[in-house]
């Protein structure tokens, strides 16, 4: 909004002249976002105590988490207050790029509070059904694809994207291989985070990270000099992504400040399938599906620790007549502490782990 208006004012002061740069305003967003759930945070987790939305706690977990009962959660509605606050203040409204990925962070949101208001108000384990979670997801996956193609947002066409670590190469999809690419992108993402969203800040502090860097990427990507010396895709109004990507990192970080060991407030499937839907929708309109997976490598692993578990004891019932489980316990982050590790050990260290899956990611800008 901020744009819209006060550059008009520059003649008044040059200072206004400020809100016309993309870097004041993507630190302005960062900030702001961080504030709003700093201020927030206290009376926010006052109401989920009030609303008695308290974790429910698998019994079959680490044996330290049991404390963690009642611990209140949907605390990601903290992160999408702060976030949806501060990108409707310094982003610009009429980007499609913004507008897409705002649209796609609120409606994984509202899917992930539906799952955790039936899981903690009404009482029911299993929450929302998982093929019902599964359709939203999808649902939402294909209409992106289908407006992507439809409606033209940059130059490049709509099925091409980029591949990392080489210059000029391009994945180019048959149209309804596109559709449904981009709808396993978003499902897998989101999936994915909420599947890391386990322990005490190791989510939110994950995602900030990813964020940060899709926020650098979104900057390179927007700027036509850049992008050429980089040899990416020359995306024209993408970097007003970054602004999203700081407000959303800022968030998640002032969120970090209640959410850390021991946790205040859980963010619950509320916030973990925002930021990991936020992620997807951000790395589709980049053309950078396959960066995801690199800067999202924590998130892969812990997903692929869960399939991989999942179809082992499946295999081995069938075959062997007993199931046999890979890891002591999944998602990655339990088997670790299953082995006797403690849980901020667990979730410092896969911080590292995403801020090295960053580092290589931005390798890749100069191994082409």
Not at 22 to 29: H, I, K, V, Y
Not at 44 to 58: D, P
Not at 168 to 187: L, R
Not at 345 to 351: A, D, L, M, T
Request: glycine residues 12%; aromatic residues 14%; charged residues 10%.
């Amino acid at each position: 909004m901020f744009s819209h208006f006060l550059p008009r004012l520059a003649d008044v002061h040059i200072i206004f002249n400020l809100f016309n740069f993309l870097t004041f305003r993507s630190a302005g967003a960062g900030v702001t976002a961080l504030f709003i759930a700093f201020l927030a945070g206290p009376r926010t987790i006052s109401w989920l105590r009030h609303l008695r939305v308290g974790q429910v706690v698998r019994t079959d977990g680490p044996e330290t988490h049991l404390k963690k009962s009642g611990t209140p959660t949907m605390g990601g509605t903290l992160i999408i207050l702060a976030a949806t606050g501060s990108t409707l203040l310094w982003a610009q409204l009429t980007n499609w790029y913004v507008v897409l990925s705002l649209l796609a962070f609120l409606w994984m949101g509202a899917i992930g509070f539906m799952d955790d208001y039936l899981k903690v108000v009404q009482g029911r384990p299993r929450g929302l059904v998982a093929r019902y979670k599964m359709v939203g997801q999808l649902s939402f996956g294909l209409g992106l694809g289908v407006f992507l193609v439809m409606v033209p947002i940059h130059p490049m066409p709509a099925t091409w994207t980029m591949v990392p670590f080489f210059e000029g190469w391009v994945a180019a999809f048959w149209v309804p291989a596109y559709v449904v690419f981009v709808a396993m992108v978003v499902s897998g993402s989101s999936n994915a985070v909420n599947l890391t969203d386990g322990l005490d800040g190791l989510a939110a502090g994950l995602g900030a990270i990813a964020l940060a860097t899709f926020g650098v990427f979104a900057y390179l990507i927007g700027r036509v000099d850049t992008s050429a010396y980089l040899g990416l895709f020359y995306l024209p109004g993408a970097g007003e992504l970054a602004v999203f990507a700081a407000a959303l990192a800022g968030g998640a970080i002032g969120f970090l400040w209640y959410n850390a060991h021991p946790a205040e407030v859980f963010m619950g499937d509320t916030g973990s399938l925002a930021i990991g839907g936020a992620l997807a929708v951000m790395a589709i309109l980049l053309k950078a599906e396959f960066l995801l997976l690199i800067v999202g490598g924590v998130f892969v692993a812990e997903a692929l620790s869960v399939m991989l578990q999942v179809g082992w004891f499946k295999y081995t019932k069938r075959t062997r007549g007993e199931g046999v489980r890979l890891l002591q316990m999944a998602p990655l982050h339990h088997h670790f502490e299953k082995l006797g590790w403690a849980e901020t050990k667990v979730v410092i260290r896969f911080w590292i782990l995403g801020i090295l899956c960053a580092l290589l990611a931005f390798s890749t800008l100069k191994i082409r």
